[in-house]
């Protein structure tokens, strides 16, 4: 099994810091299912291609499988495995490359940060669904998609193509971004999953898929692969995600065709969680009657969109500390097709809640919809005075997960989300919030999102906070 990754970003010899492998050596990292090697078949200045190669030990990787997956087929140790790309290569580029799928780069933290000329080959890759489906994957990301079917035996044209393609892949990401998405989209290319999976599959799957996940059009089809047929665990992973976004859960497409296993409930087909929570914000701020709203912590930019089209708004900004979520922002408005007086209504930066920021101020309404909770509680003190204190906008909406609700989620024994610092009661939260405004002049008002349960309340609280006149400038 091979895959390659070339740069002819200038010096392309900068792949090795980013990759934290150097360009002289051959390095062998052990797998439980066989060994890893990392080489550089070219290292020039213009450029440079890192290339992993995995050998797969058969007996090894049916031992592996242990006591609760009892397969004593002949498919196991005859198989193909060793030269496949297959699930497998997805498990050891997530382990060989796990410093550069998290973007760290101590050498050069601003090219980790930066979308680089990237060139990913797989000669030989097991592909469910064909090259129509490799499109379908990739092509959302951004990637240019060159898959050519192999033929099942070049001496005889007439038997027709294997299941095997040989996937070139062209695009300008983060490295980061691309070996998270190579992690998550090679096993759900794949027949199948050949490890075993437990709920922790679900938080893995979240942490490597994260924004590009929640607005892939077929984020369904990918959890659904991505956890082969463990329809619980599937449900899990697509309400967490319709928690990120608004995108309708899709439920037609090539898996029907294959004929698996209906794993979405009727109650997973209502309106998501994350569309109403849009709703309520968007109708408190309509109560409010204001004119300018900034999203801070905005994400990939749902409510963005939505506030400018929504009537009476004149103003929209939206920041958040990640520059990756402002590209799918940015992507998401088209932001590069825009009319100059759309352009003139939208502000997009970056910048941290913690740090006091006079591009905060201004706005009649600040919205913090789902973003305490990503905030080290050590530093909720210093964004509590940068919005509260320093921004003072007219109003606050702040949403958050109620914890109280998280045991009627089937399945989930964390939090709802693997970034989460804290998930709040119902009670903590009005602690919080009784706090803030006493100490910032404001009145809160509490509201519930979601279909409220009668013990646990709704699923998402949401606090709307609003300045007292005679507290202010
Ligand atoms: N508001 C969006 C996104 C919620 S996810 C929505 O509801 O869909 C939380 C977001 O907060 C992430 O995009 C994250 O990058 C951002 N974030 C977390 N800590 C932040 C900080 N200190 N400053 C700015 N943004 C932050």
Known sequence: MLLTISTTHRPATDLGYLLHKHPDRVQ????????????????????????????????????????????????????????????????????VFSTARSGICKARPELAEQALPLEIAIPVLPCRGGAEIARRLFEPLGWRVDAEPIPLDEGFPAWGASRYLRLTLHGELRLADALSQLHVLLPVLDESKHYWQGPDEVDKLLRSGGAWLAAHPDRTLITRRYLGRRGGL?????????????????????????GEEEVLQPEERRVPLNRQRHEAVLAAIAELGARSVIDLGCGPGQLLDRLLKAPGIERVAGCDVSTRSLQYAARRLHVDRMSERQAGRLELFQGALTYEDPRFAGYDVAVLMEVVEHVDPPRLPALERVVFGAARPGAVLVTTPNRDYNVLYEGLTGRRHPDHRFEWDRAEFADWCARVAATHGYAVEHRGVGDVDGTHGSPTQLAVFTRKENADD
């Open 28 to 95: 062998e990292f052990a797998q439980s299912f066989g060994t890893a090697t990392v080489l550089y078949p070219e290292a020039s200045e213009e450029r440079c291609t890192a290339a992993l190669l995995l050998e797969v030990d058969p007996v090894r990787l049916a031992r592996r499988r242990g006591r609760e997956t009892p397969d004593f087929s002949l498919a196991q140790y005859v198989n193909d495995r060793s030269y496949a790309a297959s699930s497998l290569l997805g498990v050891a580029l997530a382990d």
């Open 234 to 258: 599937t449900r899990l992973a697509l309400a967490r995600l319709a928690e990120l976004d608004d995108t309708e859960l899709d439920d037609t497409g090539p898996d029907a065709e294959v």
